[in-house]
């Protein structure tokens, strides 16, 4: 798994990239905890996501917020940590121009900062929200939410209460044309140790689901053509007919008589001569 840097808006954000098997497979970023409480991108739900992503044939970015890691800055209160997520979206976009669709995922701090992206980038088609922390951070912004997804929550979250998540997962599922997949995981805590196994199979079912292409729309309808007798007309030579060709075609002048030459004058008899 290579090593990126990638340009953010307060210095260089360290990564971790996994190219996807063609360059028509879908892309994934992934968000990491709270940088203030010893989130990074090497958290085990974050690699574990990453392993459910890359197992189904995604492209996959993780990175480290500003000041956490080798990125540069410091905490940006949550303003800035959206801005180092929209830079790394473009970085995953631009490295992979003809990707089928694009996701966000993110645990718990990243959740919330994922659905904040997903509001502003119309081209994310599908969400993953791990203990999303709906009791801690404001999610009304989600109003419309833009597109449907996969939030799961443990029963034995001793950070983020499961009836929290579970109001906010309905509130979501009352859109119109949004179906959120709300998944409750029995005997999990916040960091769902000793289910991570199942979290990645619980993501990576959902992942593995194309997301679906909407056909084209019809062609409009051939205009009809209007002819105006007094302007030309507007087919291609080849279908005007040829007795409006004909019609329209400028008609020869007509010849002139040929001059008659003039009548030559007649000889006189000479005269006879004299005789003597």
């Known amino acids: 798994m290579p090593d990126v840097v990638i340009n953010g808006a307060e210095g260089r954000l360290e990564g971790r990239y996994m190219p996807g098997p063609s360059?028509?497979?879908?892309?994934?970023?992934l968000l990491h905890p709270h940088p203030q409480h010893g989130g990074?991108?090497?958290?085990?739900v974050v690699y574990t996501l990453n392993q459910a992503f890359t197992k189904v044939g995604f492209a996959t970015l993780r990175f480290n917020f500003r000041g956490v890691g080798r990125s540069q800055g410091s905490y940006g209160r949550g303003e800035g940590e959206l801005q180092d997520a929209a830079s790394a979206l473009d970085w995953l976009?631009?490295?992979?121009p003809n990707s089928a669709s694009c996701w966000i995922a993110g645990f718990s701090f990243?959740?919330?900062i994922g659905m904040q992206l997903l509001m502003r980038r119309p081209e994310i088609d599908r969400f993953v929200s791990i203990a999303p922390p709906a009791n801690v951070f404001d999610f009304t912004f989600l109003a419309p939410c833009p597109s449907s997804g996969l939030i799961v929550q443990g029963d034995k979250d001793e950070v983020v209460p499961e009836e929290s998540v579970h109001k906010l997962s309905e509130k979501l599922a009352k859109?119109?044309?949004?179906?959120?997949d709300y998944r409750v995981m029995k005997g999990a805590n916040h960091f769902f140790a000793d289910k991570l196994d199942k979290l990645e199979a619980m993501v990576g079912e959902y992942a593995g689901v194309p997301v679906p292409v909407a056909p084209p729309p019809p062609p409009p309808p051939p205009q009809p053509v209007v002819v105006d007798k007094k302007q030309p007309s507007p087919l291609p030579p080849t279908q005007v007919s040829a007795r409006t060709a004909a019609r329209k075609a400028p008609k020869p002048a007509p010849a002139k008589a040929?001059?008659?030459p003039a009548a030559k004058p007649a000889k006189k008899p000479a005269p006879k001569s004299a005789k003597r």
């Open 23 to 29: 360059d028509r497979a879908p892309i994934a970023l």
């Open 40 to 44: 990074t991108m090497h958290n085990k």
């Open 93 to 96: 976009q631009q490295t992979n």
């Open 110 to 112: 990243g959740a919330w």
């Open 175 to 180: 859109q119109r044309d949004i179906k959120v």
């Open 258 to 260: 040929a001059a008659k």
